[in-house]
Nanobody
Framework: QVRPAESGGGSVQAGGSLRLSCAAS????????MGWFRQAPGKEREGVAA???????QFYADSVKGRFTISQDNDKTIYLQMNNLAPEDSAMYYC??????????????????????WGQGTQVTVSS
């Protein structure tokens, strides 16, 4: 089974922007939720932004609110627009889908443990 495929990572200076893309056409039709997550070395994986497919409910981590935007186009590509990046945003970023009903609870929308379809990740490095 093909994984979601992330792209768009790279190295930028603080204050810069990146747009991550996730080709997930094989997953969006069976996913109740789609999201972006990140994991920095020595830290747990955390939810960054997510949405319930077919609904308007979205989740953003407090640390990225007002800077990051999650969106989806008609081709089912999932995007994460990241503006005003800071060194603490440096991490491996993953796209994931969830078919678990728990993700429909707002408290779990950004919870990595309810997501089962994961890409291999794309690295984002922000220098000061």
């Amino acid at each position: 089974q093909v994984r979601p495929a992330e792209s768009g990572g790279g190295s930028v200076q603080a204050g810069g922007s990146l747009r991550l893309s996730c080709a997930a056409s094989g997953y969006t039709h069976m996913s109740l939720c789609m999201g972006w997550f990140r994991q920095a070395p020595g830290k747990e994986r955390e939810g960054v932004a997510a949405f319930q497919t077919g609904r308007g409910t979205q989740f953003y981590a407090d640390s990225v609110k007002g800077r990051f935007t999650i969106s989806q186009d008609n081709d089912k590509t999932i995007y994460l627009q990241m503006n005003n990046l800071a060194p603490e945003d440096s991490a491996m970023y993953y796209c994931a889908g969830s078919a678990h009903y728990r993700c429909l609870e707002l408290a779990d929308l950004g919870n990595p443990s309810v997501y089962g379809y994961w890409g291999q990740g794309t690295q984002v490095t922000v220098s000061s």
